[in-house]
């Protein structure tokens, strides 16, 4: 068992872990892209929300199984691949689709 002052150490503010807080701030940023691509502007939309996902498999790396919090769905590796993944599509999506309406 760890002993209350190592444990302290790793603890947010308010009592939250750190991987409590990396989800919230990855949360934040996909809520932003889905109101800036809600308004019509879907490739930043896209884009925050693709480096959120991004945001997470890093904080998911670095962060070691205990801290996680609500990022620890399933096996890290698991975790880190599928988030990788569907990060680095939605950005290249977002960079490489053309827009319509200056396509015409």
């Not at 302290?8 to 503010?13: C, E, L």
């Not at 609500?70 to 999506?93: N, Y």
């Amino acid at each position: 068992m760890i002993p209350v002052s190592e444990r302290s150490r790793f603890r947010a503010p308010a009592g939250l872990t750190l991987g409590t807080v990396a989800f919230l701030a990855c949360l934040g940023l996909t809520a932003v892209g889905v109101v800036l691509a809600s308004l019509g502007s879907w490739r930043p939309g896209a884009g925050y929300i693709g480096v959120a996902l991004l945001l997470a498999c890093l904080a998911r790396i670095v962060l070691p199984e205990r801290m996680a919090g609500l990022l620890r769905v399933r096996r890290k590796p698991l975790d880190v691949v599928l988030l990788a993944v569907l990060g680095i599509g939605i950005v290249v999506l977002a960079l490489l689709v053309p827009d319509i309406r200056s396509a015409g």
